[in-house]
């Protein structure tokens, strides 16, 4: 079957799920996986060499008329939502279940459905116009999903936040597709690389897609967003939503000629990301929080890759370049998989915990066995550590930016602090999912918040599964996916030959799966040893001190000290203490807290002094008329004076 | 098969020689303190007695106490087998594997500050928290020094990049990779492997809990881990191309043995840094690692 009816399928039936949803769960969720597997089909359609495809109708939605296209690159991102659509679908059935949430529940679904329908529309519409309705469609869908517990304020303050930020990136996307259709003189959209004078608008799209990708600075609706979102919603907007900035960037910069300095200033845009979005993440005792800013650090080294691509293109189309885009575009999906299956794990615990404090949590592994494995599986992934999905592609990334070095033109000077700066976030990433895994999975439980906690059910625990296959297939066989991503490598800049590129990831495969041989056996076979006769269980031997206690245990804070303390200047964490005093000392209190720096400590003052100066300019205005017919007369000698003196001719 | 067989030989060379370098560190120490010190094989007999001995085990650790330590030795193991070795070459190379290799070491401290935090105990955090901690640092000394081994021989195979020449960088990055090879292996001045002061330990303080078999797993991966440092330093340094086979083989062999003696003299005559001087120590190895990066580029751009 060709994409079109399949795309026409998956369209019907979430169309068909946004009206049944609200009353018929079981219908609705069929109807979603029915479109998942349409979108999926579509998009792997495009990508195992079906060749693009491209319709246009005589319809005139909005007085422009239709016109979809799904190419590789496109197809790229249609896999993803359509994965994790379907996965956060199925998670949602228990997760956010009728029973717990009767007035929310369908709510949630049929904005599931909106959320879906418009992403892939965004992925599809080839006019401007359109483009514009769709996303903010989108970013509306978003809104509502994120805002589905809208009792609590938290959740109603980070839904305005995030509404407020989309919204800002949206004007600048109105001002792109506005001037990019007034230079052309069409809203169709489609490779226009030879138009020169549409270069700056490049910026326009990097503001405008950046705030929804949302790297750093942009990022700041981000944390308290996707913290606060139920956990298949934050899975999905951490995983996929956010893709739409970088498929935004990815696509006009593809399709548009880009500014000589694009490639320098996304490279390092994507390094600062990288690094400050980890620095952050690792700070945080909130593990939702932890997880947002990661996505921060994700989408820096997807944008190191994309840098690295503009500037292989700007400095004579190096072959690195193709390299640095095909690991972006692999983290893509990486990240998709490794962040759901991660905000999919995080929803467990707050769903059999209910809180997301870290300093509360412990010893969870014994109550959530499956839950901790797959949360130290995605741990291993995020992290980039082989065998799985993560190294795959940072090393792609790596690639092209050794490459780029020891090509030692120019561009070099980026790609070696990016390299640099990428392995200090890997690293720090490492210590972030050390820390999360263990303050909620390992020791012992700290607070009483454990004691009921339980394992997910099969509804929940069935997309962490899928999602943790995906990231141990990616992993170990990186060759089988090669494909897809170069297709879509080319479809960015057609002048590129995936063919002459040099990875070699049949190579790196193997290595990888004989790599996770030698894991299992060296596992079975200290297993087995430890396991005999001889083994004793008895209390944490610390030292030989006779009456540990669960509080004793190092918590979040303290784990990532080390590293918050180096980045005291960004992070500016707020503290509040109360020491003990006296002999009989009552209650003491330590706490800290690390404000989002960007929004609190540069948006939030430079709103204050803008509201504090409209307050003061509607002084000016108070109902008196006497005064009105004063600023008038004033108004009126003000002109005639500039019109005496002879300023105005 | 013959690769297999190479692959084994290999595997069994590098398991089999990596104690005798904390046994020898430990014999120049005490050579140093006029005492007689340990025997050099002393280590040997420890993971001996160790793999025979039972287990004990936190009653609030997980399966992942025991399996960390295995994935940890495991991906050691695996950076042993990419490492290349002097003349012999490597038995598995391609491009990219440096990176591999890299991963790979953090991979093994990964599964050690898991295991660590298994138990809940508050020095084993502490160990664990400082170990994540530096490594940020030495990771990024290692991919400069990668960096400039890179630039220097225009390639990303281990393979390849170990054989460049000497040259004025190769002092500046045998400083950067040495320093980097004591914070790595938690040697003195970074952390001092036989303090009993559990509050200023990093390594021995994350395997306070550990026992039997587990123990002489993470034992024997540390003495691996040093031997691979040294290695990789030796050839990182040493024209080894310009070199006969056996004289390669002979230089590696000293080199390896230098890099150790160095170690037990560094440990016998310095003191263990304060904490907080660490990563300043650490910034000047990155910093030797990226002027050795530069001072390459530059005899690459004559």
């Known amino acids: 079957m060709t994409p079109g009816p399949l795309l026409l399928l998956a369209s019907a039936a979430l169309i068909t799920s946004l009206a049944v949803g609200a009353w018929w769960s079981r219908m609705w969720l069929a109807l979603i996986a029915t479109a998942a597997s349409a979108g999926l089909g579509a998009a792997l359609r495009v990508l195992l060499g079906g060749g693009d495809w491209e319709w246009r109708s005589g319809f005139l939605p909005g007085g422009e008329p239709l016109h979809l296209r799904l190419d590789s690159l496109s197809a790229v991102f249609l896999v993803l939502v359509s994965v994790a659509g379907a996965a956060g679908a199925v998670y949602a059935r228990e997760y956010w279940s009728e029973r717990q949430y009767p007035a929310s529940a369908p709510r949630g679904r049929a904005w599931w459905s909106v959320l879906l329908l418009s992403m892939g529309l965004v992925l599809t519409v080839s006019n401007g116009l359109h483009f514009l309705i769709a996303w903010e469609i989108f970013a509306i869908a978003g809104y509502f999903l994120v805002t589905l517990d809208n009792q609590r304020s938290a959740v109603r303050s980070a839904g305005w936040l995030y509404l407020a930020a989309s919204h800002a990136g949206t004007m600048c996307l109105f001002a792109f597709f506005a001037s990019l259709a007034g230079r052309t003189g069409s809203w169709d959209l489609g490779p226009m690389r030879e138009q020169t004078n549409l270069a700056p608008l490049f910026w326009l799209a990097l503001f405008g897609f950046g705030v929804k990708a949302g790297f750093f600075p942009l990022h700041i609706w981000l944390p308290s967003a996707h913290a606060n979102a139920p956990s298949h919603v934050s899975a999905i907007m951490s995983g996929v939503a956010i893709k739409m900035g970088v498929y935004g960037i990815i696509r006009f910069s593809g399709w548009l000629p880009v500014p000589p300095a694009a490639g320098w200033v996304v490279i390092g845009l994507g390094a600062a990301s990288a690094l400050l979005g980890i620095t952050f993440a690792l700070a945080q005792n909130d593990f939702k929080r932890l997880l947002a800013y990661c996505s921060v650090e994700n989408v820096g080294v997807i944008l190191i890759g994309v840098g690295a691509a503009l500037l292989a293109v700007t400095h004579g189309d190096a072959v690195w370049g193709r390299l640095a885009l095909a690991g972006a575009l692999l983290h893509v999906w990486n990240h998709g998989a490794f962040k759901s299956l991660l905000f999919f794990g995080a929803g467990s615990v707050l769903h059999a915990t209910g809180t997301r404090e870290m300093s509360r949590l412990g010893g969870l592994w014994r109550a959530m066995p499956w839950t901790a494995g797959l949360f130290a599986l995605g741990s291993l992934a995020v992290a980039g550590l082989p065998p799985l999905n993560g190294f795959v592609s940072e090393w792609l990334v790596y690639l092209g930016l050794f490459d780029a070095v020891a090509s030692k033109e120019p561009s070099a000077w980026a790609a070696l602090p990016a390299a640099v700066m990428l392995a200090m976030a890997g690293a720090m990433a490492m210590a972030g999912f050390a820390k999360a895994g263990a303050m909620i999975f390992l020791g012992a439980p700290r607070t009483a918040a454990t004691e009921h906690a339980h394992e997910c059910g099969n509804w929940m625990l069935g997309p962490m599964l899928a999602l943790a296959g995906v990231c141990v297939a990616i992993g170990l066989a990186p060759v089988l996916f090669w494909p897809a991503v170069a297709r879509a490598v080319e479809a960015w800049h057609p002048a590129w030959n995936t063919a002459e590129t040099t990875a070699p990831l049949v190579t790196l495969g193997t290595a990888q799966v004989m790599l996770a041989i030698l894991f299992l056996a060296a596992v079975a076979w200290l297993w087995r040893k430890a396991h005999t006769d001889n083994l004793r269980r008895g209390p944490t031997w610390d030292c030989g001190y006779a009456m540990p206690t669960a509080r004793m245990q190092y918590t979040s804070a303290p784990f990532a000290g080390i590293t918050s303390g180096w980045f005291h200047w960004l992070l500016l964490p707020e503290r509040k203490m109360r020491k003990p005093r006296g002999l009989f000392p009552e209650d003491s209190l330590r706490l800290e807290r690390v404000p989002e720096t960007v929004l609190e400590r540069i948006i939030g003052p430079v709103g204050t002094a803008i509201m504090l100066a409209s307050t003061t300019a509607r002084r000016l205005q108070h109902g008196r008329l006497q005064f009105y017919i004063l600023y008038v007369v004033a108004g009126w000698f003000a002109l005639e004076f500039l019109v005496l003196s002879g300023g105005a001719r | ?302």
Request: charged fraction near 10%.
């Open chain 2, 1 to 302: 098969m013959t690769t297999i067989c190479d692959l084994i030989l290999r595997l069994a060379w590098s398991l089999l020689l990596a104690p005798l370098l904390p046994g020898i560190i430990n014999k120049v120490k005490a050579w140093v303190a006029c005492r007689r010190g340990p025997p050099v094989l002393q280590l040997y007999y420890d993971l001996a007695k160790l793999w025979n001995k039972g287990v004990v085990l936190s009653t609030l650790a997980s399966p992942g106490f025991v399996i960390a330590p295995a994935v940890a030795w495991a991906a050691l193991a695996g950076a042993a087998l990419l490492m290349p070795l002097g003349p012999l070459g490597s038995a598995v190379s391609f491009r990219g594997d440096v990176l591999l290799l890299i991963y790979l070491l953090a991979l093994a401290r990964f599964c050690t500050a898991w295991a660590a935090m298994e138990t809940g105990s508050a020095f084993e955090g502490m160990g664990s928290a400082r170990e994540v901690s530096y490594a940020v640092l030495t990771e990024a000394a290692m991919i400069a020094a990668v960096l400039s081994l890179s630039v220097q021989t225009d390639s990303v195979t281990l393979v390849t990049m170990l054989t460049p020449s000497a040259g004025p960088g190769a002092v500046l990055l045998a400083a950067g990779l040495f320093t980097v090879l004591l914070a790595e292996n938690c040697r003195v001045p970074f952390d001092d492997p036989n303090t009993h002061l559990e509050l200023t330990m990093i390594h021995e303080a994350m395997i306070l809990d550990h026992s039997g078999p587990p123990l002489a797993a993470i034992l024997h991966g540390a003495s691996l881990k040093l031997l691979l440092f040294s290695v990789l330093l030796v050839q990182a340094v040493l024209p080894m191309k310009e070199m006969s086979q056996l004289g390669a083989a002979g230089a590696l062999a000293a080199g390896v043995l230098t890099v150790t003696v160095g170690v037990g003299l560094i440990e016998s005559l310095l003191a263990r840094l304060a904490f907080r001087r660490v990563p300043l120590l650490l910034t000047t190895a990155f910093l030797l690692c990226v002027f050795a990066l530069l001072v390459a580029w530059k005899e690459v751009a004559k």
